[in-house]
């Protein structure tokens, strides 16, 4: 067993239970199913660090299949694009797995895949996380835990509507109908969010950002998976919640990622980051400017050039005359 085997590690090499500021991040088959459709990746690229989780479902190929796809076609996007601001480059790159996907349902064999998709991007102290499906973004402070996103699901929906409350919608039978998901449709709508990192002082606590698929939330409370994460580090958490979901069941697969912030998260951007950001596009600009009348002083000087010519030649036809 996992937990198991890293108590052993623990043994033999007499540390503690691993760096709180290393992140972390497992997926495990469960108990019940044979495949795992779940996947997560870790992408870096110019346009920042981006951390991605995918639940994928459509049967016997279809599940595995739309997961891998998704995180293929997103990697690609982040590698290969120019930079981008962190929300611009991860919904695009979520929107081009989504054509991929959509593409590939044309096939009758694969008409019914897709996945979940939960992702954050960070670079410097911006973060913006997108997510389509049922996979959730949690905040964790100090053993205190926030969802950051709003499941697209059936039920949430009749949450939202008032028709049923949020206990009712767990053990709800249609409780797993997604009505988002990559591979959806043509033109699916993602939710965005913007988020930027705070540092904090010495005693205030750091931010943990925890992305999982249903298989964990499922079976494992928010409550659970607060205290968890905030009494281990994150490898150890991913690892005892994980166990945590077995030992109930895991009927699903289960995949969590748990990545420390190394500050707080906030909805606003720190003081004075907006006027840094404008005066350091400005000083681009005023360094772009020579190159701009360059170009101009070029063009007039080619214009006067011709114009001179111009003038000879219709001089040359007059005395030609
Ligand atoms: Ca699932």
């Known amino acids: 067993m996992l937990l198991q085997g890293i108590k052993k590690l623990e043994r033999e090499s007499n540390t503690s239970s691993g760096d709180p500021l290393v992140p972390a991040a497992i997926t495990d088959t469960g108990c019940e199913r044979e495949l795992n459709e779940d996947r997560y990746a870790v992408v870096e690229c110019e346009s920042g660090l981006a951390w991605i989780v995918c639940d994928g479902m459509g049967g016997a190929m279809g599940g595995e299949l739309a997961a891998q796809l998704a995180i293929d076609a997103i990697r690609r996007d982040l590698e290969n694009l120019q ?32 996945t979940t998709v939960v992702a954050a991007m960070f670079n410097g102290p911006e973060v913006s996380i997108v997510h389509a499906g049922d996979s959730r973004a949690y905040l964790i402070r100090d053993a205190a835990i926030q969802q950051l996103t709003t499941d697209h ?51 205030e606590p750091l931010d943990y950002l925890l992305l999982c698929s249903d298989g964990l939330y499922s079976l494992v409370s928010d409550g659970e998976i607060a205290n968890i994460a905030a009494a281990n580090s994150p490898q150890r958490a991913c690892v005892e919640l994980v166990e945590l979901a077995k030992s109930r069941g895991g009927y699903d697969n289960i995949t969590v990622a748990i990545i420390p912030i190394g500050g707080q998260l906030k909805n606003e951007p720190p003081v004075g980051f907006l006027s840094r950001k404008k005066d350091a596009a400005s000083s681009n600009n005023l360094k772009s400017k020579p190159k701009k009348n360059f170009k101009i002083g070029a063009l007039l000087l080619g214009m006067s050039f011709l114009g001179i010519l111009l003038a000879v030649l219709i001089m040359i036809g007059v005395l030609g005359k």
């Not at 480059?89 to 989504?98: D, H, Q, R, Y």
């Not at 949450?159 to 043509?186: F, N, W, Y």
């Open 153 to 203: 699901t059936y039920v949430q929906d009749l949450v939202d509507k008032g028709k049923i409350s949020p206990e009712e919608a767990m053990s709800h039978p249609q409780a797993h109908v997604l009505t988002r998901c990559i591979g959806s449709e043509p033109g699916l709508e993602v939710d965005v969010q913007k988020l930027w990192i705070w540092d904090v002082s010495g005693s």
């Open 83 to 114: 930079v981008r601001p962190v929300e611009a480059a991860l919904k695009g790159s979520i929107l081009e797995a989504n054509r991929v996907i959509v593409l590939r349902r044309q096939n009758p064999a694969f008409s019914g895949m897709g």
